[in-house]
Every structure is written in structure tokens, then in C-alpha cells.
């Protein structure tokens, strides 16, 4: 496993943007994909957005595509993810994860959480009417 830092969220007014960091420690952050899931009380966490290795694959929740940005900066060792126009139903704890433990070192996206090993502690995002 690696150790995933969150920063950011909060509570902000519907129509409103934050933005969600993710420092990683492992030198090796450019080899291999990490994403961002959310969890809201009583549901399951589920996918929210993915980016491979370098960058060059990125996939979307369709209830977050032309709203939500993920990046990541390899020479910096962080993964973000910027939310605009965000919605009530946004209103969730959201967390990193990292394709990166015990089972290996994966470059490639995916939308299922039980493909990733290592998570952040999760940030509480809060989005009012």
C-alpha cells in the first residue's frame, strides 16, 4: 500500500465548485492509475472518476461527466479532482484510491473499487439548496 493525504472539501452552496487534492507518498505515483469514489450515508462507495498511469485514459461517472475534472501531477505526486456546478445529490464522502498494494502495481483504469489497494481517509463534501 501507499499513503494517500486528502485535502480540500467542505461545504459550499449548490452551483458552487470545490476542489478535492490527493498527495501520495511513493516515488513510483507515475506508474499506475488512481481514482476518485464517493460514499454517501447508507450506500455504497461507488465510482466517481479514473486516470491511468500518465494521464493519457480518463474515465467519468456519467453523473459527473462536463462537471467534474480528475488530473494528476506526477512531478508533484498529486491527483485532483475539480467540481463544478455540484448538486445536492454530490453531497457525499469522496476518497482516493490508488491501483497500487499488495497485488501489484496496475497503469490502467478501472471503475471497480475492489480493483484498488491502497485509499485516502475520505473527505466530507457538503453541498446545501
Known amino acids: 500500500q501507499v499513503r494517500l493525504v486528502q485535502s480540500g472539501g467542505g461545504v459550499v452552496q449548490a452551483g458552487g465548485s470545490l476542489t478535492l487534492s490527493c498527495e501520495v507518498g511513493?516515488?513510483?505515483?507515475?506508474?499506475?492509475?488512481m481514482g476518485w469514489f464517493r460514499q454517501a450515508p447508507m450506500k455504497e462507495r461507488e465510482f466517481v472518476a479514473v486516470i491511468n498511469w500518465d494521464g493519457s485514459s480518463i474515465d467519468y461517472a456519467d453523473f459527473v461527466k462536463g462537471r467534474f475534472t480528475i488530473s494528476r501531477d506526477n512531478a508533484k505526486y498529486i491527483l485532483s479532482l475539480q467540481m463544478r456546478s455540484l448538486k445536492p445529490e454530490d453531497s457525499a464522502v469522496y476518497y482516493c484510491?490508488?491501483?497500487?498494494?499488495?497485488?501489484?502495481?496496475?497503469?490502467?483504469?478501472?471503475?471497480?473499487?475492489?480493483?484498488?489497494?491502497?485509499w485516502g481517509h475520505g473527505q466530507q463534501v457538503i453541498v446545501s439548496a
Open positions: 484510491g490508488a491501483r497500487v498494494g499488495h497485488r501489484g502495481v496496475y497503469r490502467e483504469t478501472s471503475r471497480d473499487k475492489g480493483d484498488y489497494d491502497s
Open positions: 511513493a516515488r513510483a505515483f507515475g506508474e499506475f492509475a
